[in-house]
Nanobody, 123 residues
């Protein structure tokens, strides 16, 4: 079992930056690929970014490319999502998720989820 706890959300203005963190506990963190997803009110959960177990490979949704960066520190059991040039349409609850094996952009393939952290971007 892996427990995930997100932090770093908040209320910012358009153009600002935020860094989300996701701290993992339980089993060996480096055994799990990690992803970030988000869900806005009335919308389905959508993929934002993912990173491989070693951190050597990443993937991003089109909406995140060029603005967001995902990274991980396996020594600290933490994955990060650096979000720059935030837009009002980035407003959502952001979740981190973990799965054994390779990362995926499908939320259905992740076994472990955090409780989410709210990001609100005002115009």
């Amino acid at each position: 079992q892996v427990q995930l706890v997100e932090s770093g959300g908040g209320l910012v203005q358009a153009g600002d930056s935020l860094r989300l963190s996701c701290a993992a506990s339980g089993r060996t963190f480096s055994n799990y690929a990690m992803g970030w997803f988000r869900q806005a009110p009335g919308k389905e959960r959508e993929f934002v970014a993912a990173i491989s177990r070693s951190g050597s490979s990443t993937d991003f949704a089109e909406s995140a490319k060029g603005r967001f960066t995902i990274s991980r520190d396996n020594a600290k059991n933490t994955v990060y999502l650096q979000m720059n040039s935030l837009k009002p349409e980035d407003t959502a609850v952001y979740y981190c998720a973990g799965r054994s094996g390779f990362y995926s952009s499908s939320h259905l393939l992740y076994n472990y989820w955090g409780q989410g952290t709210q990001v609100t971007v005002s115009s």
